[in-house]
């Protein structure tokens, strides 16, 4: 009789321990979420800004670095006429490859080539920024505002035609563009208005949405 007492009284012991150490687990994962949700609510408007800032140019670093060295690798391997077809099958794959799960990353531009690159209308205002900018020669910086009642912080920055690499695709006709070139631009891309371009030249911009959420997150 008292081996049995004994052994229930273990289990209940055990049991309650484990039902413990159970709900001390939980506790304690309840309360480092709401601790972190409370240290993101300190965070100042300021410092969430310059995070989405920094993570944008990362980003767009990134991209541009992805993007540079696979064009780079298909003209050596097929020439500039061959690397217009990688392009257009590539090109915005590799930048969706850079993109975090939630973000959103694109070329944009009035002189497009692809017209899924025509900038959106919360775009233009920095698009155009950035044109007078270039065309008065003042410096152009990138820039973060918030759009969609602040939900939303949009990462821009200025693309600007680095050297005369580019111009064997974006130059003058006749003269930088091949006439094989040309022809296979103007087959690939009915609508191009990516020519004619000079070193220096505002190409376009990056556009980059970042979720609010997202940014405070990485913060």
Same mark, same amino acid.
């Given at each position: 009789?008292?081996?049995?007492?004994?052994?229930?009284?273990?289990? +209940?012991?055990?049991?309650?321990?484990? *039902?413990?150490?159970?709900?001390?687990? @939980?506790?304690?994962?309840? /309360?480092? $979420? #709401? &601790?972190?949700?409370?240290?993101?609510?300190?965070?100042?408007?300021?410092?969430?800004?310059?995070?989405?800032?920094?993570?944008?140019?990362?980003?767009?670093?990134?991209?541009?670095?992805? +993007?540079?060295?696979?064009?780079?690798? *298909?003209?050596?391997?097929?020439?500039? @006429?061959?690397?217009?077809? /990688?392009? $257009? #099958? &590539?090109?915005?794959?590799?930048?969706?490859?850079?993109?975090?799960?939630?973000?959103?990353?694109?070329?944009?531009?009035?002189?497009?080539?692809?017209?899924?690159?025509?900038?959106?209308?919360?775009?233009?205002?920095?698009?155009?920024?950035?044109?007078?900018?270039?065309?008065?020669?003042?410096?152009?910086?990138?820039? #973060?505002?918030?759009?969609?009642?602040?939900?939303?912080?949009?990462?821009?920055?200025?693309?600007?035609?680095?050297?005369?690499?580019?111009?064997?695709?974006?130059?003058?006709?006749?003269?930088?563009?091949?006439?094989?070139?040309?022809?296979?631009?103007?087959?690939?891309?009915?609508?191009?208005?990516?020519?004619?371009?000079? #070193?220096?030249?505002?190409?376009?911009?990056?556009?980059?949405?970042?979720?609010?959420?997202?940014?405070?997150?990485?913060?």
């Amino acid at each position: 009789m008292r081996r049995i007492l004994f052994l229930s009284c273990t289990l +209940l012991l055990s049991w309650t321990w484990i *039902a413990c150490s159970t709900n001390e687990r @939980v506790d304690r994962e309840v /309360f480092e $979420q #709401v &601790n972190r949700s409370m240290q993101a609510k300190k965070l100042s408007e300021a410092t969430i800004l310059k995070g989405a800032l920094e993570w944008g140019e990362e980003l767009a670093d990134e991209a541009q670095a992805q +993007l540079i060295t696979a064009l780079r690798e *298909a003209i050596e391997r097929e020439g500039v @006429v061959g690397a217009i077809d /990688f392009c $257009q #099958v &590539n090109a915005i794959s590799l930048i969706e490859e850079v993109a975090p799960k939630g973000i959103e990353i694109r070329r944009v531009s009035y002189d497009y080539r692809n017209p899924a690159d025509a900038p959106r209308e919360e775009e233009k205002p920095f698009l155009d920024m950035y044109a007078y900018n270039v065309e008065n020669e003042l410096k152009s910086e990138p820039n #973060v505002q918030k759009i969609e009642g602040g939900e939303v912080l949009l990462f821009t920055r200025a693309i600007t035609i680095p050297g005369e690499f580019c111009l064997a695709c974006h130059g003058k006709e006749g003269s930088e563009i091949a006439a094989e070139t040309l022809a296979k631009l103007t087959e690939r891309y009915p609508e191009d208005k990516a020519r004619n371009h000079a #070193v220096g030249d505002l190409r376009g911009m990056w556009s980059i949405r970042l979720p609010k959420r997202e940014v405070v997150q990485k913060l």
